[in-house]
């Protein structure tokens, strides 16, 4: 859809179509799916006066945990170091998972280059040869 949309040159989907062949063997070890909130970025993460944090506007749906977290580390969070160790503090992620951010943030990038143009799509490039070669 990037391709028709103009906003990912063919040269470079190749490039991202061989990230996505190599997903299964980087993925890290099998997980069960998770409750994903879908859109998490610092606009859908409220701060209360009290100290509470509260998450809105969901987009929930089954996926891997570290998608949501790769989406967080991507559109900027608050306080992302403390949301983090707060997660591997109450359910800790598997190892590696750092290095997967960017295999993570493929796809929200190359939805928000269909939505949104070029820029995204050249971050999706760059995330795409930050991806192992296996």
Do not use: K
Not at 46 to 74: F, K, N, Q, S, Y
């Amino acid at each position: 859809a990037a391709v028709d949309a103009g906003t990912v040159r063919p040269g470079e989907a190749a490039v991202i179509e061989a990230a996505c062949e190599r997903l299964p063997a980087l993925a890290g070890p099998a997980e069960p799916p998770a409750r994903l909130h879908g859109d998490l970025w610092q606009g859908n993460v409220l701060w209360g006066a009290d100290g509470e944090v509260r998450v809105i506007d969901p987009a929930a749906h089954g996926g891997h945990r570290e998608t949501d977290l790769a989406m967080l580390r991507l559109f900027g969070c608050p306080h992302l170091e403390r949301v983090l160790a707060g997660y591997e503090e109450t359910s800790p992620l598997a190892e590696g998972w750092r290095e997967r951010v960017r295999l993570h943030q493929l796809f929200p990038l190359l939805v928000h280059a269909v939505l949104f143009g070029r820029g995204y799509a050249e971050q999706a490039l760059a995330a795409a040869r930050a991806v192992p070669a296996g």
